[in-house]
């Protein structure tokens, strides 16, 4: 990296430089790192500002092994769950992203980490899909209208060739505006359902991205074969779905079981490690087979691993160099 000031990129400047399908591979390269310990982690993991009401405060790090770069994600989220706050316009990101260059230490870009963020979860379910669904996965279930459901169906569309997605919301307004703006941007068959129950019938795979804080998904609503990977802060999916599935999946089980429902089921005894079947990266690697039937039911419940965030910022810094894109902070 040469030393030539810190390079600012805004959400729009991310969008003009990130392309959806690199973003799958970084992603899955970020996750063999991480299973094969060319991550270096913060410590502690997170440093966090949590009221019980109001905004919250997040900051998490790593440094790449196999890249001279480190980072760090700085994020304000609502306590009850979203990024958004339809009170009042915003006045500027509310998640960034830091980049620094290992070798002198000094900062090389700030980025607004929005876009960035949706389209590297979307990587990731993309990611995990690819291993676990069944083949010829052709009609999708996306449960959630916001910013990540809005990168992960076409991050979903470079992987499989979708003939229909179903999506589904709290509002009607939402879907139906998610799926005329998503359809016609991406030319892809979205169609708007009121039902969570109906959107599942018949669905190869199904990504949950929302902020309930109450489980909404039925277990017998997943048929055979489905394939479901749930995104959201708070639990999405029935608890004896976490048991009942031919294999629960997890990206991380260091990291996901602190994810509010992991903590409660494992607290209650109601889960344990036992329950797992594998890790993501174990799949990936084959050190365990991945799906083994069209009629298995296989869940996974992800949380997301920083190292992913930071590499795919260091991706979209390079581009930005590449194209002269971005605004220049003097050292």
């Known amino acids: 990296m040469e030393a030539n000031g810190i390079l600012y990129l805004s959400n729009d400047d991310v969008k003009k430089v990130l392309d959806l399908g690199r973003a799958i591979e970084i992603t899955e390269q970020a996750l063999r790192d991480h299973s094969e310990g060319r991550v270096i982690w913060s410590t502690p993991e997170d440093l966090a500002i949590t009221p019980d009401q109001g905004w919250q405060s997040w900051v998490t790090g790593c440094a790449l092994a196999t890249e001279p770069v480190a980072g760090f994600r700085i994020r304000s989220i609502k306590a009850a769950g979203g990024s ?15 980049l620094s260059d290992r070798e002198g230490g000094e900062i090389r870009a700030i980025m607004d980490e929005d876009w960035c963020h949706a389209v590297r979860t979307a990587a990731a379910a993309t990611v995990a899909m690819r291993v676990l ?18 990168a992960a169906v076409p991050v979903m569309a470079q992987a499989f060739a979708l003939k229909e997605i179903r999506v589904t919301s709290r509002t009607p307004e939402s879907r139906q505006n998610y799926a005329k703006e998503v359809g016609k941007k991406y030319g892809l068959n979205v169609v708007p359902i009121e039902s969570t129950e109906v959107a599942l019938k018949g669905a190869d795979v199904v990504i949950s991205a929302t902020t309930t804080s109450t489980p909404f998904v039925k277990d017998v609503w997943l048929g055979a074969g489905v394939t479901v990977y749930s995104i959201g802060k708070h639990q999405e999916v029935e608890s004896s779905v976490y048991k009942n599935t031919d294999k629960f999946v997890v990206d991380s089980w260091l990291h996901c079981k602190n994810k509010s429902d992991m903590q409660r089921m494992l607290k209650e005894n109601y889960l344990s490690e036992t329950d797992l079947y594998a890790q993501l990266p174990e799949l990936l690697a084959g050190k365990k087979p991945a799906r083994e039937s ?19 910022a260091n991706h979209i810094y390079q581009r930005a160099q590449d194209q002269a894109i971005g605004t220049r902070l003097p050292f």
């Not at 339809?86 to 500027?92: A, E, N, V």
């Open 84 to 98: 958004r706050d339809i009170s009042r316009p915003p006045r500027g990101p509310r998640r960034i992203l830091i």
């Open 133 to 150: 669904a069944r083949k010829g996965s052709t009609v999708m279930a996306m449960l959630g209208a916001g910013d990540t459901a809005r």
């Open 294 to 312: 069209d009629r298995e039911r296989i869940f996974i419940r992800a949380i997301g691993l920083v190292n992913q965030d930071i590499a795919m």
